[in-house]
């Protein structure tokens, strides 16, 4: 009885995971085709559509932009996100709740608002180049996800282990770094991982603020309305190579710390 | 010689005041207990002798003026309620994290932790991370780690009040012996009376951010001077009644106009008609069986309502004709049934006048 409940679940789960992974071997698969057509299974072997890529400045200057607005975007979210986290959990000051709920807000406004309101805002200031504007977008998009994180790892770190800390010698900033930066560290990272995913894929916002430059994920999207080769298909897998090794460090690490704490 | 010296503090958290003018001294090696129900303001007393609350008023830790002294600067040591033990820290790395900031050569904080692991009972668990170890364990840690400074004060905040009971007993005496060995001027935060009782040289009883009563144990338990430590400290029977002459060196009180009873009190002259209030203690209560004398002069007539049976004597709950309801600790030479009619009296010397409020 028991046994087969649990063949019957064992199944739906199979069942789920392929059909998520399904779409990725099919990328996988179609990126490797010889030729021109973007079909699966493919015909043949060839990395000739990833040695194209190298050809293709677009996607260089596209993939280099990515990743420094992620990296920095990062940065700047984790920092802001900690010093904010520092001033709501630590400290009681009007309009705190206000603070919050702003930090916030991008999570729940869509995108398609935010990057619409960043159009208008910064081209009546007169700034209209992408990589100024895609900067500050992208810090406003991945402080809310840097921000929940840290807040609520802060929250849950005793206060009084910074006042034993202090009450033994140390200064308010030392006690911080030496007790509660150690403890918040896996909620650091998770803010981190969160961030940088968050400005590496984002899409929706990121494509209203294409002056001269743009991002990966735009980029990719203005070459499949015109093309149809697999260069996307190859571009696509290669994308998936950090995020796979993301995922490994986030569970590793994080699963390890977060979930299994005792 | 005054370690710690608090004058006229009070503080407020938004707008409510959590103390009001405190002012207290603990003398060198003294073990002083702060009592009180909680939000009486005791840990907020505490928290303002380690400088983590903005206050009025001044502290002064041996000799030396507080004012703007932040708390890592004070020379104190804290052991809190959840003992706030470091816990990615071993043991050792936890009782010698002060002696670390304070750059000490490797070796002599090494052999600084020892000595505390030592004194405390905790050899061999020096490698084992704070959650690897019982309640008891920790607790000695946290001591350990605030010992390991050499603070001029060592401030306990309800430091057994996570224990079980019986843990709890073994660690008052533990930790009033480590007190007395190493000689250091304690605070000691608590709300459990007995344990104020045993443990404190002074007792401080707090109510809604003041000093209601200071002195030894001793003291504040045989001479509450107001109804509250009557009622915190011990069981008190409270009665009220109005001064109606004196008996060579005891008042003649009445109650409810009616019973006159008597109360030692020397020279406090009281005005005929004046209101007083005095306390007579469970076992101190003399209850006499009303059979065929009906109740005298000095006794308050009552009904006994029901009686609680605790091994080495029984409580019983009385109702007096005053309309109030008392408690009285017999012996077992006579068993007392609800209902059963008595009659209840005092030695004057075990009536005491409460002088406050």
């Known amino acids: ?262 | 010689m005054a370690v710690v010296e608090l004058r006229d503090i009070s503080a407020n958290y938004g707008n409510n005041r959590v103390l009001s003018s405190v002012s207290l001294v603990l003398a060198q090696g003294e073990f002083v207990a702060v009592l009180g129900p909680s939000g009486c303001g005791k840990t907020t007393l505490l928290r303002v002798v380690a400088g983590f609350v903005e206050h009025t008023g001044s502290v002064s830790i041996a000799g030396r003026p507080c004012e703007g002294v932040p708390p890592h600067k004070r020379k104190i040591g804290i052991v809190f309620q959840d003992y706030a033990l470091f816990p990615h820290r071993t043991v050792a790395e936890n009782i010698g994290f002060g002696l670390r900031l304070r750059k000490l050569p490797r070796a002599e904080i090494a052999v600084k932790v020892d000595g505390l692991l030592t004194l405390l009972q905790l050899r061999g668990l020096a490698d084992r991370y704070p959650s690897e170890l019982s309640g008891g364990q920790r607790q000695r840690v946290a001591i350990a780690r605030a010992l390991a400074v050499d603070p001029q004060v060592l401030l306990l905040d309800e430091p057994l009040s996570a224990l079980d009971k019986k843990l709890r007993e073994e660690m008052q005496v533990e930790l009033r012996q480590l007190q007395q060995r190493v000689g250091i001027t304690t605070m000691f935060v608590t709300h459990d009376q007995e344990e104020a009782l045993a443990l404190a040289d002074k007792i401080v009883v707090m109510d809604r951010g003041r000093i209601r009563q200071e002195g030894p144990p001793a003291g504040v338990y045989v001479r509450p001077r107001n109804r509250f430590v009557a009622n915190f400290i011990g069981k008190s029977n409270i009665f009220e009644g109005r001064a109606a002459g004196r008996d060579g060196e005891d008042l003649i009180c009445t109650i409810a106009d009616r019973y006159g009873m008597k109360i030692r009190s020397e020279g406090d002259p009281q005005l005929p008609g004046a209101k007083i209030d005095f306390l007579v203690r469970p076992e101190r209560i003399r209850l006499r069986p009303v059979s065929g004398t009906p109740a005298g002069e000095g006794e308050i007539p009552g009904t006994v309502r029901h009686v609680v049976y605790l091994g080495a004597h029984q409580n019983v709950h009385i109702a007096l004709e005053t309309g109030q309801v008392i408690e009285a600790e017999a012996s077992h030479e006579h068993t007392w049934q609800p209902g059963d009619a008595v009659a209840i009296g005092w030695r004057p010397e075990d009536a005491l006048l409460l002088i406050e409020d």
């Open chain 1, 1 to 262: 009885m028991w046994n087969r409940r649990h063949t019957g679940l064992k199944i739906a789960g199979w069942t789920m995971a392929a059909i998520l992974a399904l779409p990725l071997i099919v990328l996988l698969g179609v990126s490797v085709n010889p030729g021109v057509e973007q079909v699966f299974p493919p015909q043949g072997f060839s990395l000739r559509w990833y040695a194209n890529l190298a050809n293709r400045h677009g996607f260089i200057d596209a993939t280099r932009l990515t990743l420094l607005l992620a990296v920095g975007s990062t940065i700047v979210s984790v920092t802001v996100g900690l010093l904010a986290g520092i001033a709501i959990t630590r400290f009681d000051f009007l309009g705190k709740d206000l603070v919050l709920t702003a930090i916030l807000s991008p999570l729940i406004v869509p995108q398609v608002v935010v990057g619409m309101a960043f159009l208008v805002t910064l081209s009546s200031l007169g700034i209209v180049t992408s990589v100024v504007s895609l900067a500050i977008l992208h810090c406003v998009i991945t402080l809310p996800f840097a921000a929940r994180v840290i807040v609520s790892a802060l929250a849950a770190s005793s206060r009084s282990l910074e006042e034993a800390a202090q009450s033994l010698g140390a200064s308010p900033v030392r006690a911080f770094l030496s007790v509660t930066v150690p403890m918040i560290r896996p909620g650091l990272v998770a803010a981190a991982i969160f961030a940088f995913v968050t400005s590496f894929e984002n899409f929706t916002a990121s494509q209203f603020l294409v002056w001269d430059r743009t991002t990966l994920p735009v980029e990719l999207y203005n070459f499949v309305q015109t093309e149809s080769d697999p260069t996307a298909a190859a571009l696509s897998s290669l994308i998936l190579l950090p995020v796979i090794v993301l995922v490994i460090l986030f569970n590793s690490f994080i699963g390890q710390h977060m979930f299994s704490r005792k």
